[in-house]
């Protein structure tokens, strides 16, 4: 590791090389996904300085220009003197949430909508979404898709946006049931049933050979494998026991909020929110999604 970055933070030389460090492009990766996710640049300032992950040999503390400055390099998509450390999409959601930050204008946020405002992502393409208030505009705030190629425009009051999805969240905290993810389909299992009959034939009927049974019950495990999500099941689990603690009221809850919502998607007369387990919950009819087949990271300044 250098005293002084000469070399950007990320990449070092070895042989006379340019290549990259495994540990601090670790650390890239994480800052872009935290920030995706709602964190301030001083909230992971402050998270490396405090675990003392070191930026250069002799220096530890982290500032917000830091990390905005590593946010914006360009140098870890990979060009002909660096390799790519950051996927673009990563990348892309990460500007696109620094420009959402950017454009909101804080001196009229309440506290409310200071905790909300940086994980509200566009319900049509999931980028995050930039808001401004105006007396000039009819419900006063507009909310803005940062996709340029979205670029969706949505009019909703800040008691509306909050109203909505207090709703929701209280239809959770109400049953949290609709924090599970869903069983497979009646038609999954009709078709592993047909699988399995279909085995057993071959093996009875001695024609099929050794090789041709071996795959066959491998396609049925991986199958049935692929429908095992011990995982997400324990996070469910994990979310359900941290809001059964939580207290709420008849106002906007912080707490819950944070604990349970990592984005709000936000759409013409439409408001849904998306669990910290990736369980999409609309705020008209209460219906649950499983997100993970979304294809958007779901991801959330001062």
Request: overall charge neutral; aromatic content about 6%; proline content about 3%.
């Amino acid at each position: 590791m250098k005293k002084n970055r000469y070399i950007p933070f990320g990449y070092t030389m070895r042989n006379g090389k340019l290549v990259i460090e495994p540990s601090e492009a670790d650390v890239i990766r994480n800052i872009y996904e935290d920030y995706v996710n709602g964190a301030t640049l001083r909230e992971i300032a402050e998270r490396l300085t405090s675990a003392g992950v070191p930026y250069s040999e002799k220096m530890t503390d982290w500032g917000k220009a830091r990390v905005a400055r590593i946010i914006e390099n360009t140098k870890y998509l990979g060009d002909s003197e660096y390799d790519k450390i950051v996927d673009d999409s990563l990348f892309s959601e990460a500007v696109a949430a620094k420009k959402a930050r950017q454009i909101s204008l804080p001196g009229d946020l309440g506290p409310e909508i200071a905790a909300v405002k940086n994980r509200v992502r566009c319900l049509a393409c999931g980028y995050p979404m930039s808001r401004r208030s105006s007396k000039r505009y009819k419900t006063a705030t507009v909310w803005t898709c940062t996709n340029p190629e979205c670029g969706k425009k949505v009019g909703i009051s800040d008691a509306d946006l909050l109203s909505s999805v207090m709703r929701i969240m209280a239809r959770i905290k109400k049953n949290d049931a609709l924090l599970d993810k869903k069983a497979p389909a009646d038609g999954y299992k009709e078709e592993m049933t047909e699988r399995i009959r279909n085995f057993n034939d071959e093996v009875a009927s001695g024609s099929a050979s050794e090789e041709r049974l071996m795959r066959l019950i491998g396609e049925i495990a991986c199958e049935e494998y692929e429908k095992i999500d011990s995982s997400s099941e324990h996070a469910s689990e994990e979310l359900k026991r941290k809001i059964r603690r939580i207290v709420i009221w008849d106002t906007f809850s912080p707490e819950l909020f944070d604990a349970l919502v990592q984005s709000v998607r936000l759409g013409e007369g439409e408001t849904e929110i998306i669990t910290k387990n990736n369980i999409k919950i609309g705020g008209k009819d209460g219906s649950q999604e499983d997100t993970e087949k979304d294809g958007h990271r779901d991801t959330a300044e001062e």
